[in-house]
């Protein structure tokens, strides 16, 4: 039986202006593994303000937010995240446009977020995803650089739930 249908032409958008990203590797012997995340001789680090680790459960969506001052250096370093990114600034010339990254244990790379650039995750799978950022500037509780959106009810053309196929 042959199955006949149409040509399927796959394009992604352009990455958004300022948005790096770094692929990351294991170097595994007999012990087990170790896999640098970020250095300050990398080409796309800025500085460095703290480093945290955030747990998301299955299923949750943790969006939208974005930083004035902040550049933000994720990595997944357990389970797997959609990380999506959309430019929302008007000097950018590519001002409106979403970028999606899957982060994690099949996917081992760092993705560089600049200030202004709108950001969130969601995981995929049975099991929490554990996020490691570097955030380029340390927390202050008294004046937080952090900015935040509804996930779902907003005006940014994205649509969180599952693309299944």
């Known amino acids: ?17 300022g948005v790096e990203v770094k692929r990351l590797v294991m170097h595994c012997d007999e012990s087990g593994g170790l896999m640098e995340l970020l250095r300050s001789d990398d080409s796309i680090f800025k500085k460095f303000g703290q480093c945290y680790v955030s747990i998301t459960y299955p299923g949750v969506v943790k969006a939208w937010h974005y930083h004035k001052k902040q550049w933000d250096y994720m990595a997944v370093v357990k ?6 990114l959309y430019d929302p600034r ?7 446009v979403v970028n999606e990254f899957f982060l994690g244990e099949q996917s081992n ?3 560089s977020i600049p200030p202004l650039v709108l950001h969130g995750q969601k995981p995929y799978g049975n099991e ?3 996020l490691i950022n570097f955030p380029s500037e340390p927390f202050n ?4 650089d952090e900015y935040r959106l509804d996930p779902l009810k907003n005006d940014i053309p994205y649509d969180w739930s599952l693309k299944q196929g």
């Open 90 to 96: 008007d000097d950018s010339p590519t001002k409106g």
């Open 141 to 144: 509780a008294s004046d937080p």
């Open 79 to 84: 389970g797997m995240s959609k990380i999506v």
């Open 109 to 111: 790379v760092l993705v």
């Open 1 to 17: 039986m042959a199955i006949r249908g149409k040509k399927v032409k796959y394009s992604s958008p352009p990455r958004i202006h």
């Open 128 to 130: 929490p995803s554990y």
